[in-house]
């Protein structure tokens, strides 16, 4: 039977029996729909499996199979292999440009989106929209790097935070702030990207 917990995992966002905003992985790790949509990729953090829509007990039934009121919050991710997701690295000729900023930070996020070519203006709205919230939220973004030469459809981001634990915290903490949200909107509503990959990095440069 269902516990039914009543939190979000990731933002902490009231999910009571009777809300049709949560759902669950197959050990019922509970999220709300954006959570689970937009920062995890709709994909579980704990298990790595795929969430469904959770039941609605009926009220008859509550009473003598209450939801549970055990909260349940953890800061989540999920790292990508780069080397199993095929993921190309930007082609940076001069690594001292960054190393000044990136030094003091010992986690980078490397971000490969697939985009649409002709969504290119939308996107790059879209990168000037994050640089400014990645710095707000205590990160330290290094830039969106869009096509030129060759492919026409791959751009990719690199930011860096202090450490795995900030970078969670910023991710949970930008699940609820409105700018945050509306940049999500702002691309889901334009379609200028088709899918991306995320993955982390440690940096060494000497």
Not at 123 to 139: S, T
Request: hydrophobic share 40%.
């Amino acid at each position: 039977m269902l516990v039914l917990r009543p939190n979000c995992e990731c933002c902490d966002k009231d999910l009571p029996p009777q809300s049709t905003e949560a759902v669950i992985c197959s050990f019922e790790c509970t999220f709300c729909t954006y959570c689970a949509s937009t920062v995890l990729n709709a994909t579980c953090p704990n298990c790595a499996g795929n969430f469904v829509p959770r039941p609605i007990r009926p009220a008859a039934a509550l009473v003598n199979n209450p939801a549970s009121t055990e909260r349940v919050l953890k800061a989540h991710h999920r790292v990508n292999n780069a080397a199993e997701q095929n993921i190309t690295e930007p082609s940076i000729t001069e690594p001292s440009i960054i190393e000044e900023d990136i030094v003091e930070h010992t986690v980078a996020c490397y971000l490969r989106y697939v985009i649409n070519p002709n969504k290119l203006a939308e996107f790059e709205h879209y990168a000037k929209l994050w640089i400014p919230l990645v710095n707000q939220f205590g990160g330290n973004h290094l830039g969106y790097f869009l096509p030129s030469e060759g492919a026409n459809n791959i751009a990719l981001a690199i930011f860096s935070f202090p450490s795995l634990a900030a970078y969670e915290t910023y991710r949970c903490n930008a699940a609820k702030d409105n700018e945050c949200i509306a940049a999500f909107e702002y691309a889901q509503t334009t379609g200028c990207i088709v899918s991306y990959e995320r993955s982390f990095l440690r940096p060494v440069f000497s």
